[in-house]
């Protein structure tokens, strides 16, 4: 078993198999900050699931500068990374993914993923559980704008073709 928690890295797993809805509940002795950032995490998708994954190295871990090079990984993390892959964008699989219970396109959800993670692993060891929900607002916000914009744009064109 390579985890404490008695799961095993290389398959999926939801959030009710690592905790119950209460630890996430949301209570008066947490800081503001706290609260948000739990109901944001617990209401912003139907259903989050994840796959663990093992150990990527030590030239991950240590190496200034990792670029994501598959020859840094060792040979278990690219084996369950393939599969990762594979259960990710197997076709059975594919459903239209929410946030906040509005659909994304794929292109809305890579710009939040790689704008989460931009904002979050610049520097991990300055990491402020305020600044997930702060980026997450302001990705909602800009995002609205844009789409504003697309359907204003596609409105105009309509009128100049009358």
């Known amino acids: 078993m390579a985890s404490p928690h008695d799961v095993s890295p290389?398959?999926?797993?939801?959030?009710?198999?690592?905790?119950?809805?209460?630890?996430?509940?949301?209570?008066?002795?947490?800081?503001?900050?706290?609260?948000?950032?739990?109901?944001?995490?617990?209401?912003?998708?139907?259903?989050?699931?994840?796959f663990l994954m093992p150990d990527p190295g030590t030239n991950v871990r240590e190496k200034e500068g990792f670029d994501g090079r598959l020859a840094d990984l060792i040979d278990s993390f690219k084996i369950h990374l393939k599969d990762f892959v594979e259960q990710l964008l197997s076709p059975h699989k594919l459903v239209i993914k929410k946030m906040n219970g509005l659909e994304v396109t794929s292109g809305q959800l890579y710009n939040h993923i790689r704008e989460y993670a931009e904002e979050n692993y610049k520097d991990i060891n300055t990491f402020e559980s305020g600044t997930m929900l702060q980026m997450n607002l302001e990705y909602r916000s800009s995002n609205n704008v844009k789409l504003a914009h697309e359907e204003f744009v596609k409105k105009m064109e309509l009128v100049k073709e009358d």
Do not use: A
Request: proline share 5%.
């Open 10 to 50: 290389g398959r999926p797993y939801s959030r009710h198999d690592f905790f119950s809805p209460d630890v996430l509940r949301v209570n008066e002795s947490q800081s503001e900050t706290s609260q948000e950032m739990r109901h944001y995490l617990w209401n912003s998708f139907n259903e989050i699931k994840c």
